[in-house]
């Protein structure tokens, strides 16, 4: 009889799907995006040091939630097409463009693609935006929040978000929000990567969790 395949460790089979909490909130003069990262194959937390967060451009970055291959492949894919249409304007890409190949190609693999896609940076145009896509869907928000832990920060992000904020309360609030989304879901955890983006560049800061805010239950 032909010999049984032994099977490999179940997470080599599973798809790794990042169990996590992205957000990202414009402020004056530019964003800040963050994610928590700890990547899960099933139960088996496969990297707990998974950056969510991929440039696309010097000024744009992508945030993802769900499968972490899909969610690269893309990353690749749109850093390709936006270095050669950057090339043949001869300036900086604008974020709605990134935002608009994220959505083309994430639709077009719709069927194989479980990938919940923020875009955000800055650009001479508009300054900074945050774009969030869900089913094939774009639109701008002064902020959007996605990923497993997402579900338990919707109350809390809805109060603490005011108009106006500045780029310390912004990172303030992502980080806050990324700590309540850890505390309560079993699939985040880890760090939180925070990347600040302006006019000047995008500067990423990684910030381990027992240096995050903690939350109590009442």
């Not at 440039?55 to 499968?67: E, N, Q, R, T, V």
């Amino acid at each position: 009889s032909p010999e049984e395949q032994t099977p490999g460790p179940g997470w080599l089979s599973e798809e790794v799907k990042t169990g996590t909490t992205i957000i990202a909130v414009e402020f004056n003069g530019g964003v800040v995006l963050g994610s928590d990262s700890r990547v899960s194959a099933g139960e088996t937390v496969v990297n707990r040091v998974m950056n969510k967060l991929s440039p696309l451009h010097d000024k744009i970055y992508c945030a993802l939630s769900g499968s972490a291959a899909d969610a690269q492949t893309i990353a690749e894919m749109v850093n390709y097409q936006l270095d050669v249409h950057s090339t043949e304007i001869g300036e900086d890409p604008q974020v709605r463009s990134a935002a608009t190949l994220v959505k083309n190609i994430s639709y077009k693999y719709k069927e194989e693609l479980s990938a919940h896609l923020i875009v955000a940076g800055w650009d001479r145009r508009d300054g900074g935006q945050v774009f969030a896509t869900l089913n094939g869907l774009l639109t701008r928000q002064p902020f959007a929040v996605g990923g497993s832990g997402s579900f338990y920060v919707y109350g809390f992000v809805d109060a603490e978000y005011h108009k106006g904020m500045s780029k310390e309360e912004s990172q303030q609030f992502v980080i806050n929000t990324l700590s309540l989304a850890m505390s309560r879901d079993g699939s985040s955890g880890g760090v939180a990567y925070i990347v600040t983006i302006d006019e000047h560049g995008a500067e990423e800061k990684v910030i381990l969790g027992n240096d995050l805010p903690s939350f109590f239950d009442q």
